[in-house]
């Protein structure tokens, strides 16, 4: 493995630290991206309980605010619930936006090098070229150890740049997919809240029930 990483050269060291940076962002955002860490279930049904039962006072707001990213979202629309429906709808979209910010940490930098291993791998096949001209307009075609260190290079880095390449644009589209579903559920919470602290949710099944 030493004398395969020697043999690609030096572009094989930025190579090393991308995969290296890419495993990191890929461990962190599994972890961080669960649902349950995100948008636990049966929240805005406990916010609901509290606030029947009189308890949804300011202790319990900030316990919300901490506890995930969607109760942060729901903190600030309970924060303003005295207010009209169009000053709760903006004060949780202001909120909604900053946590879709954080929910996207790190996957900018795994992109990049989605884009950038297989340039730097290029890069070394070039200098592997590079290389292997070198040595023919110097020693001619006579030294076949010499020619094979220069297309070892060229292919080695080449490999390693798609290798490193393409589990993490599979990672960057997972992670992305994986945070636009999180955004949908959040928002879907947060409408609901809304909803039943405005009493709608009642309203409609009433309206539905004299329709019929």
């Known amino acids: 493995m030493l ?9 094989m060291w930025p190579l090393l630290l991308f995969s290296i940076v890419a495993l990191a962002i890929a461990g962190e955002r599994f972890w961080s991206l669960q649902t349950r860490r995100i948008a636990p279930k049966g929240l ?11 308890q949804l006072d300011a202790r319990r707001i900030q316990e919300l605010r901490r506890a995930s990213p969607l109760g942060r979202i729901l903190a600030a629309g309970l924060v303003n619930r005295r207010h009209e429906r169009a000053i709760i ?3 949780i979209e202001e909120v909604g936006r900053h946590v879709a910010h954080d929910l996207e940490r790190f996957l900018g930098a795994l992109g990049t090098i989605a884009t950038a291993s297989p340039l730097l ?7 592997g070229m590079i290389k292997i001209f070198s040595v023919v307009s110097t020693e001619g075609v006579g030294d076949p150890g010499l020619l094979a260190g220069g297309i070892a290079e060229a292919l080695i880095t ?14 960057y ?5 994986r ?10 919470e947060a409408l609901k809240m809304v909803e039943i ?16």
């Not at 589209?173 to 997919?177: D, L, N, Y």
């Not at 602290?197 to 019929?212: F, K, Y």
């Open 173 to 177: 589209r997972f992670f992305r997919a």
């Open 121 to 127: 791998g290029l890069l070394g096949t070039v200098l």
């Open 197 to 212: 602290m405005l009493g709608e949710r009642e309203r409609d099944a009433t309206g539905r029930g004299g329709a019929a």
């Open 89 to 91: 709808k903006e004060s």
């Open 44 to 54: 805005v049904n406990q916010v609901a309980q509290w606030e029947q039962a009189g």
């Open 179 to 188: 945070v636009d579903d999180l955004i949908i559920t959040m928002e879907q």
């Open 3 to 11: 004398e395969f990483f020697k043999a690609g050269g030096i572009t």
């Open 158 to 171: 080449t490999v390693t740049g798609l290798f490193i390449a393409i589990p993490s644009l599979l990672l």
